[in-house]
């Protein structure tokens, strides 16, 4: 079970760092993130034997929630996202399958650097 909004910012000012909602996800295993006014995050983590991947795009505006609420929102359909495998092959399988030119945004040096660090996660 992931953590609540408001055990991960229990003083709460604007929403402005996902890291916080991500690390409750689970033990991360890789990550990669498109760092610029709107980006992409990749990340790839292992919880209660279970392998879990989750990309998701985000602008400047999302990460100024003015609510505790509008962040659970957020955190919610992050968790909604995360796609759970029941093995390290059939996460990286995925990974290294999916067709990242249409599903992501983020440059070529970080979904490659992603997908390499999984892997080497993994090993």
């Not at 029941?86 to 067709?99: A, G, H, T």
């Amino acid at each position: 079970m992931s953590k609540r909004a408001v055990e991960i910012y229990p003083v709460f000012g604007h929403f402005h760092d996902y890291q916080p909602i991500l690390d409750s996800l689970g033990t991360i295993l890789a990550q990669a993130d498109d760092i610029k006014c709107q980006g992409d995050s990749l990340v790839m983590c292992l919880r209660d034997g279970k392998y879990g991947f989750l990309h998701f795009g985000w602008g400047s505006c999302s990460q100024n929630r003015e609510t505790i609420s509008d962040v659970q929102v957020r955190m919610d359909g992050l968790i909604t996202d995360m796609k759970w495998f029941d093995s390290k092959e059939d996460c990286m399988s995925f990974i290294r399958n999916r067709d990242w030119e249409l599903r992501c945004y983020a440059d070529r040096k970080t979904k490659t650097g992603f997908v390499n660090a999984a892997a080497l996660a993994v090993e």
